[in-house]
């Protein structure tokens, strides 16, 4: 009786043990947030990155704290978008492995924007837009797989490393034989929201927005999935078509993620684990839970980014990378103790 309940309590935890957690996890995006735009190559106090917030303390005040707000803008945007995209396909495919990487989606997006540099001369600084179409490609051609193999999840997750081989050797093909197409590439590749005005970070942060809102109504598609294809016909609804519109929300929060700041480690994949653990198997919970948990990680590792070898910094995407290999441990250790 008494492991019985305990397996109910870990597949649906209780609606106080949620909320607390996605109340500390609130608090902490605030706490952490409001230290990244204190501490750097040099410090500033609560009073001044308040008054800098008004744009009434010093110039220099100013102009620290506008662009720390831009970086830290940009980490709430990207962690939200892939960590909602992660938890989206994990569900969509039951495979705690899924993410967009991994399904060809951030390549995709990668290939749609070297051939835009190609075509334009340069690689645009900001503009996302160029993004879409490739990673759209990519969800499209894996939503027709997956609506044709009757979702084989081995199959999609087969394509998608098929995927990513083709087109990184496209990408790389293309980059290796223009040098000046590469010298902007290579910074983007590593993934870093530095460099980024304070204008871009607020245009990109309304975009997720708009792309984390929609996200939200996909559960309701994952939940006439989980009853199986035969109940979703039964409802007159087609399977492939609703697989394909989560694969599309996915894709869409990875891409503009993806094209503004480069590829991203472990956000994806490492937080939609934890999410779970901590929702259980409620789906609406665990995009919200991963919806704070995501900026988080990137906070704190743009905060680690800054200060570990200060005044230089390392890119962003190698802390999330070292982050995210312990999240990831952590969560599989878990994983390993409900078992």
């Known amino acids: 009786m008494n492991a019985g309940t305990g397996i109910v309590n870990g597949l649906f935890p209780s609606l106080r043990q949620r909320t607390r957690w996605l109340a500390g996890l609130v608090g902490a995006v605030l706490l952490f947030g409001w230290v990244n735009l204190s501490v750097g190559a040099e410090n500033l ?58 399904l060809g989606i951030n390549a995709g997006a990668a290939a749609s924007l070297v051939t835009a540099g190609l075509v334009l001369g340069s690689l645009p600084a900001g503009a996302f837009w160029l993004a879409l179409p490739g990673a759209l490609c990519v969800a499209v051609l894996a939503g027709v797989q997956s609506a044709y193999r009757q979702h084989d999840p081995a199959h999609l997750l087969l394509l998608g490393a098929a995927l990513n081989a083709v087109l990184f050797a496209y990408v790389q093909a293309i980059t290796l034989t223009h040098p000046a197409l590469f010298a902007n590439y290579r910074f983007w590749i ?37 009853m199986g294809d035969g109940v979703t016909k039964a409802l007159g609804l087609s399977a492939g078509c609703l697989r394909l519109a989560v694969l599309s929300g ?62 230089s910094e390392i890119m962003t995407g190698i802390l999330t990378a070292l982050l995210g290999a312990p999240f990831l441990l952590v969560a599989l250790r878990i994983n390993q103790r409900a078992v």
């Open 45 to 102: 106090s609560p009073y001044q990155v308040w008054q800098a917030l008004q744009a009434a303390g010093p110039s220099y005040a100013n102009d620290l704290v506008e662009a720390r707000l831009s970086r830290t803008l940009l980490a709430i945007a990207t962690g939200a978008a892939l960590a909602v995209a992660g938890t989206l396909l994990q569900n969509l495919t039951r495979n705690p492995l899924a993410e967009p990487g991994l």
């Open 190 to 226: 590593v993934g870093s929201i530095n460099g980024h005005t304070l204008d871009e970070a607020q245009r990109l942060f309304g975009w997720i927005a708009v792309g984390l809102g929609l996200s939200f109504i996909l559960p309701r598609f994952l939940h006439v999935l989980q």
């Open 250 to 311: 996915s894709a869409l929060l990875a891409a503009i993620s993806t094209a503004t700041v480069g590829p991203i480690a472990f956000v994806g994949l490492a937080v939609p684990l934890l999410a779970k653990k901590i929702a259980g198997h409620y789906v609406y919970w665990q995009l919200a839970i991963a919806l704070v948990m995501g900026p988080l990680m990137m906070i704190l590792a743009d905060l680690l980014a800054r200060l570990l070898l200060s005044p």
